[in-house]
C-alpha cells in the first residue's frame, strides 16, 4: 500500500517538488500551434506544472513563455499588447521580449538602466508536430527535442487534440497504462465507434475479461503486454508503450490509424490530455479525420471557445442512466474520452493512493510508478533520467496474436522497433 508520503511525492508537480523538478527536465506540449497563429497574435495564458506563465508569437515568429504577470506592478500580460517583437503592458507600458528581458519603459528615462534589470522568467519553446513545447528545466540540462514517432510523420498522418481534465496528470496516465478496463469501461464502443470497429481484436477482448499482464522496462519507460487467449492456440497480445515521463501509446486495433495520449499537468489538481491519431505509412482519410473533429474515438466535442469538454463535471458528463441501465455502456457516459475522463476525475482532484487495492492487472501501474520515483531520485541529484534521448523514444504500441510459448517482446519486436513509413503490427 502506499504512504501518503509516497502519493504526495508522485502527483505534485510544482516548482522544487521531487515530480515537479522530474517532469521539468522534458519537453512539454502545453499549446496547439494554432492557438498562436501569427506573428503579433494575441497572447495566450499557459498554465502549466503549477506556474502562471503567458505565451506570446513575437513579430518575427520567434515564441515567447514568460511569466503571466508584469514585474511593475503585477498586472496579467495576458492583457498586454504584442506589438514589435515584445508584450507591452496596458498598465504603464512596460514592454517584455521573448526571453522576459524588459525592453521598454516608458515611466523612466533611458539613461537611468533601470530597465536592464528587470528580467522576468521565461523558459525556451520549440514548435514541433503541429504544437508549441517547453523546457521549464535547469538550461543546462535541456534535451533534444522530442522524438516520438507521432511528432516524426508528414501533417497529413496525423490528428491532435487537447482537452482539459480536471485530475491530477498521474491517475489520468494512468488509466492509460491500464488497459484492463478497456474490455468493461469501453466495451459497448468498441464495435460501435468508428476509429476502433472492426477488429478480430475486439473480439478477444470481450470474450476475455481477465487479461493477464507481463511487462517489460525498455529504455524510454515500459512495455505493457496485455495477453488474452485468442483462436488456433495462441495468444492476443495488446502491447501499450509507456514513455517517459507521460506519454502513452494506445495498440491499434485492424487497420486505423493509432491512438496516442500526452498527459501533462496544468497543476496539481488539472492536467492537459492530449489525444493523437497517427498511421506511421498514410494519410489519415476524410472520413476518419471528420470523426475526430466530431470527438469520436479518443476525441470529445467541446464547449464552443474552449477545450473543456461539452460532456464535463459540472454537467455529470450528460450520463444516461437509461443506456447504461440497458447494457449500451456500463457507466452512461457517452464516447471513449470522456468514459475515461469521468471515472478519472470521479477519484478526486488527486486521488487518494492510501486506500487502494491493488490486483494483478494494475502491474503497469505500479512499475511504472516505481520507475518516476527512480527518475524522480535521479533527478534531484542531477543525474540522468531516462527517455530524453530521442532514439528511446521511438517505439510503436503493436496488437497480434503470437504462439503461446513466444514472449510478446520478441514475438512483437518488429512491430514494436519498426522504422518510419511501415504499417503498423495489428489485429
Ligand atoms: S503593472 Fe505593468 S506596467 Fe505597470
Ligand atoms: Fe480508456
Not at 490528428?159 to 485530475?167: G, I, M, P
Not at 495462441?234 to 491499434?252: A, D, F, L, S, V
Not at 455502456?329 to 476525475?345: H, K, L, N, P, Y
Amino acid at each position: 500500500m502506499m504512504s501518503r508520503e509516497q502519493n504526495d511525492q508522485l502527483s505534485r508537480v510544482g516548482p522544487g517538488t521531487p515530480m515537479g523538478r522530474l517532469l521539468r527536465r522534458y519537453w512539454a506540449p502545453f499549446l496547439l500551434a494554432s492557438e498562436i497563429p501569427e506573428p503579433d497574435c494575441p497572447p495566450v495564458r499557459a498554465r502549466l506544472m503549477g506556474e502562471n506563465l503567458v505565451c506570446f508569437r513575437d513579430s518575427k515568429g520567434r515564441i515567447g513563455l514568460i511569466d503571466e504577470f508584469c514585474a511593475h506592478r503585477g498586472v496579467s500580460l495576458w492583457f498586454g499588447q504584442n506589438e514589435e517583437c515584445g508584450l507591452r503592458c496596458p498598465y504603464h507600458g512596460w514592454k517584455y521580449d521573448i526571453t522576459g528581458q524588459c525592453v521598454d519603459l516608458p515611466s523612466e528615462p533611458e539613461e537611468s538602466g533601470f530597465r536592464n534589470n528587470i528580467k522576468l522568467k521565461s523558459y525556451p519553446c520549440i514548435e514541433k508536430a503541429g504544437l508549441i513545447w517547453a523546457y521549464l528545466g535547469p538550461p543546462e540540462l535541456q534535451p533534444p527535442p522530442p522524438a516520438l514517432e507521432w511528432t516524426e510523420v508528414a501533417a497529413p498522418q496525423r490528428f491532435v487534440s487537447k482537452r482539459l481534465q480536471e485530475c491530477n496528470f498521474l491517475q489520468a496516465m494512468e488509466g492509460g497504462i491500464d488497459s484492463s478496463h478497456v474490455s468493461w469501461l469501453h466495451g459497448a464502443e468498441l464495435n460501435s465507434d468508428p476509429l476502433f470497429k472492426g477488429s478480430k481484436g475486439n473480439e478477444y477482448n470481450e470474450k476475455d475479461r481477465m487479461p493477464l499482464f507481463e511487462v517489460e522496462e525498455f529504455a524510454g519507460g515500459l512495455l505493457i503486454g496485455a495477453r488474452r487467449n485468442a483462436e488456433g492456440e495462441k495468444y492476443y497480445w495488446r502491447i501499450t508503450p509507456w514513455i517517459m515521463p507521460w506519454y502513452t501509446i494506445i495498440p491499434p486495433r485492424a487497420g486505423h490509424p493509432l491512438g496516442a495520449h500526452a498527459w501533462v499537468p496544468i497543476d496539481d489538481e488539472t492536467c492537459w490530455a492530449w489525444s493523437i491519431n497517427y498511421h506511421p505509412k498514410r494519410a489519415l482519410t476524410k472520413a476518419e479525420v471528420s470523426a475526430m473533429q466530431d470527438g469520436e474515438g479518443i476525441h470529445v466535442k467541446y464547449v464552443p471557445g474552449t477545450f473543456i469538454p461539452l460532456a464535463n463535471k459540472a454537467n455529470n458528463y450528460l450520463m444516461d442512466r437509461a443506456a447504461q441501465q440497458h447494457g449500451h455502456s456500463s457507466t452512461g457516459v457517452d464516447g471513449i474520452a470522456m468514459q475515461d475522463a469521468s471515472i478519472q476525475e470521479s477519484m478526486g482532484a488527486i486521488q487518494d493512493r492510501t486506500h487502494e487495492h491493488l490486483c494483478a492487472t494494475d502491474k503497469g501501474i505500479v512499475m511504472a510508478r516505481r520507475m518516476l520515483l527512480r527518475a524522480a531520485k535521479a533527478a534531484a541529484e542531477g543525474g540522468a533520467v531516462p527517455a530524453t534521448d530521442p532514439a528511446a523514444q521511438r517505439v510503436r504500441s503493436a496488437s497480434a496474436e503470437l504462439a503461446k510459448d513466444v514472449p510478446f517482446t520478441q514475438g512483437a519486436k518488429h512491430g514494436l522497433y519498426a522504422p518510419l513509413g511501415t504499417d503498423p503490427l495489428s489485429v
